[in-house]
């Protein structure tokens, strides 16, 4: 089975602009997360959804936003984009995002806002 | 508000050494905790989970265990080879928000031939 897969890879803007990120989790999960990773620091946690709720929120501005698919796929938006976004963006599925559940990461999205 | 700290930062052995990482956290409502592994660039793999409830959890080489009374975990990592270098990381899923990981910084394990 495919893991969790990410697109794209990496991805070059300038500030001001606005990026799309996609997930899409492995077959059969129904939560998707979603975390930054600036260099040298441990994963931010920024959304959590599940069927398609929003779930939970982390400590981030209103610039960031996501969604859930009736596939379970997911994408993160940021808008008005600073240099401090520049970051490694995770994706995390897992069954239902409950306390048993072990998260799954994808390979992540590497943003650099110039 | 949960924090997550990692002891050392970063690490350096010598090939078929036993070691051992440390986690600390301050709220000890969480769930679970799991260890992951990160190369350079690239996602976390999943290594270990430990519900709440369990004490410690075995993987081959690598053996976690968990006090969350004293808000400590552990990864010991047996016979390292240079293949485990990587970013190890601990995260805690707590009970104030759902399905929110909170990391730690991380120690950097550096296994030399």
Known sequence: DAG???SPTH????????????????SGHKSVSWYQQVLGQGPQFIFQYYEKEERGRGNFPDRFSARQFPNYSS??????????????YLC?????????????????TRLTVL | KQEVTQIPAALSVP?????????SFTDSAIYNLQWFRQDPGKGLTSLLLI????????????????DKSSGRSTLYIAASQPGDSATYLCAVLGGTSYGKLTFGQGTILTVHP
């Open chain 1, 4 to 6: 969790v897969t990410q």
């Open chain 1, 11 to 26: 991805l070059i803007k300038t500030r001001g602009q606005h990026v799309t990120l996609r997930c899409s989790p492995i």
């Open chain 1, 75 to 88: 994408e993160l938006n940021v808008n008005a984009l600073l240099l401090g976004d520049s970051a490694l």
């Open chain 1, 92 to 108: 995390a599925s897992s069954l239902s995002g409950g306390s048993i559940d072990t998260q799954y990461f994808g390979p992540g």
């Open chain 2, 15 to 23: 090939e078929g050494e036993n070691l051992v990482l440390n986690c």
């Open chain 2, 51 to 66: 519900q709440s409830s369990q004490r410690e959890q075995t993987s081959g080489r690598l053996n976690a265990s968990l």
